[in-house]
């Protein structure tokens, strides 16, 4: 019995969790999944910028199965750095003697013309009398090369051209590597092996040594490479930029050959010198074993070349920063790389604070046992930094404390660390100060401490915190800023009964409709009708979402569907009155049609979901009433088009007619029930009530309370910074179709009516067979959660929702609807052939 | 005389009872593997353990099909080379191409067939150069489509089938769980046939999962559909294991053929619990490195799991005597999964 109980239940809940969240689910898509405030740009070296912390999307992984290494080099905004020429113009322009300009260098450099450069490289003494362009002839950089007959340069120039079309070969993924290349690299090699040995200057034989340790790796002569890079580029040359790019080909062949430990320690040289070749090298760091990574160590020539191997694992997708920032403390608590990992570390918990899985419940919103104890050790690290003597910009490390005092709960630690900084005098320094732009974070992390703070809102407590945020620049240009204040704000305004200004703080009022509450109409129709009297912060708001006056009228729209869809429909009848005929209409073209595709609202077809089992089942209002009874209730179905006035008066009238001719009052009881099934979220009427556009638009993230005991549970992000609030509850997330509201039992109840009203045996079976759909879906929008669907629904009783189906079984045996039903119905089949074993 | 005949009684029982044992079920599955790996050696072990499962087809992931931001199409990525997939002596090969929804969901429709084209023509031309193409008479893709690019997923498939060369081959395509159980919304890919994959059926994030790759209760869960769904279906199953890796309460990565002997082996390690093991020393192990404190759910496939999977399949597919290809072709799985194992779970 208990196998049989479990195997219908199985049945039953797999075929009603049919994959509405699944497939049309909510993404969840927040306005601000989360917030930085802690900005790279406290890091003094702005070459650093650009590693911002990237989380693992989960639900990526959830789906695929699979891991996959995505690049833990993320840009956001306008942070990108560009791609930089700088450093190889400057050499040039050095070995020029300064005589040429960055611009004219990159110019030939990068966009003379290879025959241009081909003319050059024969005689540069005949540059006049050639027909090469007045812009190649007035170019410094060429004129220098004349002036000091620098012929070795355009020869050069012209080799490395030719390299560059190999190394920089364009075809498509598609096809094969035309194999001929090889075999012109092999020629380019000899000619460059020729070239080098003839060439004297060092400034060139390094370039050389460059373009042949190049196509000897993509040629793939590995050996060749390692030979020219040991006898033209070593010893490295301080400060020379091209010999960065020959050791970043040749970590490319040694991790080609196997030799993992050099190929790291190359590549972690590369991305402490060559700024632009950070992203490759970064990529291609490899160790994987404890004895390559001593080996890679013992390579090391300094603690700071020992650094670099930790930052560049700390840095690695599944690296851990605070482990790697313990080891290069100890080796150099000056580092820059310290900083580094120090943002994109806190940046971390931030990502993971407000993450919108937070919201969602998976993670407690508290750290748990595990990150507190990260932070702590953090925490620890950052109050030695900044009590260690000559240590470059100490409060990057006092600001980092007082972030982290603030993600444990600790208010006034975190007040007392931001006293010790000096932020106005910081502030007055030069914007590219890095005092500077800790002095302005000092500010927004105070200033976030202070929001955190607060337990009550009034306009008083508004106008101060939004006229601070708007005139202290520091916290305007704050991006994050804004929307964490309204956050906050949002909260409290809930908690104080204003529920409009709650909404609005992330919302637009035109959106309203998505989670209709009559609390939220009213405040915001009050909040409309005072809008004179509106603060500087809803000013503003109300400009940015562009309010009209017009919207009163559909205010009142929204106000009559809330009373339609509680089946109050005196009170919806009263509110429609208020607006003409034609703005329903013109409301139709702005949401789903009332009913659509022509079915009729009377439909009572056995199948559970009308759009689940089949697209068509939906019957067309002429053949509802063919030889039926219930072609009495053709005169209320016009042509099947209702607007939402009209159809609040058809209930009514129903009803009314009902009360006056009890002989039919079943079967309008019985019409009654089935027109508030289809206009269940399952049913082809749904728009009725049912006020999404479509099942993934407007979801309203930040408007997840119905009710104010929730209000300190939902939607406080911000108490992760308060101790003293209980975080031991998980976001109180709800699943988003818990916002649609639909209550089976005024169906149900109708069903009722009918059966105890008729006389009819057929009727009856009908109206309770119509009953048991409706306690399905009354079960289906209590019980069902998106986040216990899996591992709950096996546990779940099934008896409480098929009360109806033991009494069509019991009561309605004999009837020939109880016989359609056993066909068409495999549920009810299923209840039937299982219910006395 | 008695003695004698109780003995052979008892030798006539004991074949009856032997032979018993010995006879399998009446249904046949014809069972191959995936080759999944991009460095293709099938050695001379490899070839005795698929000759032992009479094992003469195998489905070859040729490359993978990603998008470029760099050349504005998907392009082809860690293809097989040629000249190992000319060494291959196997009979039969089914080219299987992996394809990112991302290259779905950047490509226009006209960039779909041309990706058709392109993927056709990589495969067929792949074949030539390794004089293999007499040993092909399907090919395979394998994309997780969502609702979002099933249009482009099912043009894509459209297209590749009126390709002058895949038209005279059968096209077969992976199918996910919820892509059965979900039809109605997910579609019916217009191809030959689906594989299965009935594995990744778990929350793999969750610390409460005990095992992500094959959970049967969940199994369970998906079986539906499959009387009406219209598509010849056989059957992926998995013979894999692999680490998921956790760091303060969350999922960081999952590391493939990670094994509970590799973390058993390692000093710097622990065991919590069942399949739950402790990282104590930060320390590499199967090359990826791991931080004290880590904590790691090895999940792994046990012969009895599999056999309960082939008779829940049994009960559930249409097709009875469908095919199983397992995934995946490689030493580690020869070693913990030996042909006996392997016929066990078809009893």
């Known amino acids: 019995m208990l196998k049989q109980l479990f195997l219908y239940t199985i049945l039953v809940l797999s075929y009603w969790f049919t994959p509405k969240a699944k497939a049309c689910g909510p993404d969840y898509d927040p306005e601000y999944s989360y917030y930085y405030f802690f900005d790279q740009k406290v890091i003094p070296n702005d070459k650093l ?28 905004h306008q942070d990108s750095p560009p791609p930089s020429v700088e450093p190889y113009t400057a050499e040039w322009n050095t070995y020029l003697g300064n005589k040429s300009t960055p611009e004219d260098i ?158 790291a320690y190359h590549f ?341 979901q009308y759009f689940e089992s089949d697209f068509d089942s939906g019957v067309p209002i002429d053949k509802l009433y063919q030889n039926s009874k219930l072609n009495i209730l053709l005169e209320f179905e016009k042509d099947g088009h209702y607007t939402k006035k009209s159809l609040t008066k058809l209930l009514l009238e129903l009803e009314k007619q009902a009360q006056k001719k009890p002989k039919y009052a079943a ?57 003293d609030k209980d975080k031991s509850k998980p976001l109180n997330y709800k699943h988003y179709y818990s916002h649609l509201y639909y209550d089976p039992n005024i169906a149900i109840d109708y069903f009722e009516k009918a059966i105890n009203t008729s006389n009819d045996q057929e009727l009856k079976a009908k109206a309770c067979f119509m009953a048991a759909k409706a306690e399905t879906f009354k079960y289906y929008s209590k019980e069902y959660t998106y986040s216990s669907y899996y591992y709950n629904r096996r546990n779940k009783s099934i008896q409480n929702y098929q009360t109806y189906y033991e009494i069509m079984y019991k009561e309605y045996k004999d009837t020939e609807y109880y016989k359609e039903v056993i066909r068409a119905c495999e549920h009810f089949e299923f209840f039937v052939s299982t219910y006395d074993r | 005389m008695w003695s004698i005949f109780q003995h052979i009684l008892f030798l006539v029982l004991l074949g009856y009872v032997v032979s018993a044992c010995n006879t399998k079920s009446s249904v046949q599955h014809p069972l191959n593997f995936y ?78 067939l041309v990706l058709a084209d392109h993927l056709a023509n990589k495969i067929h031309h792949k074949l030539i150069e390794s004089q293999q193409e007499n040993k092909v008479d399907e090919i395979q893709v394998d994309c997780d489509w969502t609702l979002k690019t099933k249009e482009r997923y099912f043009l894509l498939l459209k297209a590749l089938k009126k390709h002058d060369w895949v038209k005279n081959l059968k096209l077969s395509v992976t199918i996910r769980l919820h892509q059965v159980k979900y039809a109605k919304r997910t579609g019916i890919p217009p191809v030959d046939r689906g594989i299965l994959m009935f594995y990744n059926m778990g929350k793999v994030n969750e610390i409460e999962e005990t095992n992500s790759i094959l959970n049967l209760d969940l199994a369970h869960n998906y079986m539906k559909n499959y009387d009406d769904y219209p598509l010849h279906l056989d059957v992926a199953l998995p013979l894999f294991s692999w680490g998921v890796q956790f760091r303060s309460g969350r999922l960081i990565r999952l590391v493939n053929g990670l094994q509970a002997s590799d973390l058993e082996q390692s000093t710097a390690c622990s065991l919590l619990k069942n399949n739950w093991y402790q990282i104590d020393t930060s320390t590499y192990i199967k090359g990826r490195y791991f931080y004290a404190g880590d904590k790691i759910r090895i999940e792994k496939i046990n012969a009895k799991d599999l056999s309960e999977a082939v008779k829940i399949l049994r009960n559930n597919l249409n097709n009875p005597n469908f095919e199983i290809i397992f995934y995946h072709l490689d030493h580690s799985i020869i070693k913990a999964y030996p042909k006996d194992t392997l016929n066990y779970i078809l009893q």
């Open chain 1, 106 to 263: 990159k110019a030939v450099l990068y966009d003379f013309k290879k025959e241009w450069i081909l003319t050059l490289s024969k005689d540069i003494k005949k540059l006049n009398q050639s027909t090469l362009p007045e812009e190649v002839k007035k170019n410094s950089f060429v004129q220098v090369s004349r002036n000091k007959n620098l012929q070795s340069i355009w020869i050069y120039l012209a080799y490395a051209r030719k390299c560059q079309l190999y190394a920089e070969i364009q075809y498509s993924s598609w096809d094969d590597e035309p194999t001929p290349t090889i075999k012109v690299m092999e020629a380019l090699i000899q000619e460059g092996e020729k070239l080098i040995k003839k060439e004297k200057s060092e400034f060139l034989r390094r370039r050389y040594a460059y373009q042949l340790v190049r196509m000897a790796h993509y040629s793939k002569h590995y050996e060749w490479a390692l030979q020219y890079y040991n006898n033209y580029a070593k010893p490295v040359q301080k400060g020379s930029y091209i010999d960065y790019r020959t050791i970043e080909q040749i970590g490319g062949v040694e991790a080609a050959l196997g030799m993992e430990a050099e190929s």
């Open chain 1, 49 to 76: 910028y650009g590693f911002l912390y990237q989380s693992l999307s989960t639900r990526m992984l959830a789906n695929y199965g699979i891991s996959e290494d995505r690049d833990p080099y993320e840009y956001r």
């Open chain 1, 268 to 608: 972690s040289l590369v991305f402490d010198k060559a700024p632009d070749r950070r992203k490759v090298a970064l990529r291609s760091f490899r160790l994987s074993s404890d004895e390559n990574w001593k080996k890679a160590s013992d390579l090391c020539q300094n603690n700071d070349e020992k650094i670099l191997l930790h930052t560049l694992r700390g840095l690695q997708k599944y690296g851990n920063a605070v482990e790697e920032m313990q080891n290069i403390y100890r080796l150099n608590p000056n580092s820059p790389y310290l900083n580094l990992l120090l943002v994109r570390h806190i940046n971390r918990w931030e990502r993971i604070a407000f993450d919108s899985d937070a919201i969602t419940a998976k993670f407690p919103n508290k750290p748990i046992k595990e990150n507190v104890q990260d932070m702590q050790t953090l925490l620890e690290l950052c109050l030695k930094l900044r009590e260690t003597d000559n240590i470059k910009y100490k409060d990057i490390w006092t600001l980092a404390a007082a972030h982290l005092q603030l993600f444990l709960g600790k208010q006034q630690k975190s007040a007392e660390l931001l006293r010790d900084i000096p932020y106005n005098e910081y502030i007055k320094k030069d914007k590219k100060d890095p005092l500077h732009k800790i002095g302005e974070q000092a500010i927004v992390l105070n200033f976030v401490r202070q929001l955190c703070r607060l337990d009550e809102i009034n306009d008083e407590i508004e106008n101060k915190f939004y006229e601070q945020f708007k005139s202290t620049p520091a916290l305007a240009n704050c991006q994050d800023l804004r929307p964490f204040l309204l956050d906050v704000f949002s909260v409290l305004y809930y908690r104080n009964g204003d529920y409009a200004k709650s909404y609005l703080c992330h919302n637009k009022l035109d959106r309203i409709h998505d989670i209709l509450d009559i609390k939220l109409i009213q405040s915001a129709q009050k909040l409309i009708r005072n809008r004179q009297e509106l603060s500087p912060l809803f000013k503003d708001i109300f400009a940015q979402h562009g309010l009209k006056r017009a919207y009163a009228k559909e205010l009142i729209y929204w106000e009559g569907t809330y009373y339609l869809q509680h089946n109050q429909l005196e009170k919806a009848d009263k509110t429609f009155s208020q607006l003409s005929d034609d703005f329903f209409e013109e409301m139709d073209g702005k949401e789903p049609k009332t009913t659509y595709l022509n079915k009729s609202i009377f439909t009572s077809t056995p199948a559970h």
């Open chain 1, 667 to 723: 079967l309008y009881y019985y019409a009654l029930g089935c027109a508030w099934n289809n206009m269940s979220p399952y049913g082809w009427n749904r728009p009725a009530i049912y006020l999404r556009n479509s099942d993934n638009y407007g979801y309203s993230n930040y408007w997840m309370g119905n009710s104010t005991e929730t209000a300190d549970q939902v939607n406080v992000r911000h108490s992760y910074f308060r101790e």
């Open chain 2, 35 to 112: 080759h999944w790996k991009t460095a293709l050696d099938i050695d001379t072990v490899q070839k005795e353990y698929l000759q032992d499962l009479e094992s003469n087809r195998l489905y070859l992931r040729f490359f993978d099909v990603d998008w470029s931001t760099q050349e504005k199409q998907a392009v082809p990525l860690a293809e097989v080379s040629n000249s190992a997939l000319k060494k291959l002596s196997i009979q039969q090969i089914v080219p299987t191409v992996y394809i990112t929804n991302k290259s779905l969901i950047n490509s226009s429709d006209s960039l779909v």
